[in-house]
Structures are given as C-alpha cells and as structure tokens.
C-alpha cells in the first residue's frame, strides 16, 4: 500500500528561535501588533510503500530519529495518510 506521511519538524519550545523572533518584530512593526508569538520549523511530505499504516509509521518515525531531526534543538510529530 501507498502512504503519505505529513512531518512537522520545530524547534523545542525551551530553546530560543531566532528565525521566529526576528518575523515576530516585522510583524510587530508592520502593524500585526497583535501577534505574540512566532515559532519557525518545517513541513516534509513524504510518499512511502508499506504493509501497513503502523509500518508506515514505525519507518516514519525512525526516518525522523536518524537523518530529519536532531533532538538536542528539535522535536517532531507526523500523520500518515493512505493514498
């Protein structure tokens, strides 16, 4: 069977985001003063065979611990969808 997994990749929430910040003041400046708070990661689609949805999400999540993320500064979530 055919999947598509959705990866959500962002900062942890203890570490400072520069990225964040820095669209966090433009806004700010540029009359979105309303905003609070930006935080700035990563979305990856990814389009995988397996057997099964838990297949997929098991080689998903390994996918994710070895070469998307690194989980000193990142955490992640996923959804898999059968297309």
């Given at each position: 069977m055919k999947f598509l997994a959705q990866i959500n990749?962002?900062?942890l929430k203890a570490?400072?985001?520069p990225q964040g910040k820095a669209?966090?003041?433009?806004a700010q400046?540029?009359?979105f003063d309303y905003i609070s708070n930006v935080r700035i990661g990563k979305h990856i689609d990814v389009e995988l065979e397996a057997d099964s949805k838990d297949s997929?999400?098991?080689r998903i999540d390994e996918m994710c611990k070895k070469i998307l993320t690194?989980?000193?500064i990142e955490s992640y979530d996923f959804n898999?969808?059968?297309i």
């Open positions: 990749i962002m900062p570490l400072l985001d669209v966090m003041n433009s400046k540029t009359g997929a999400a098991s690194n989980p000193i898999i969808y059968e």
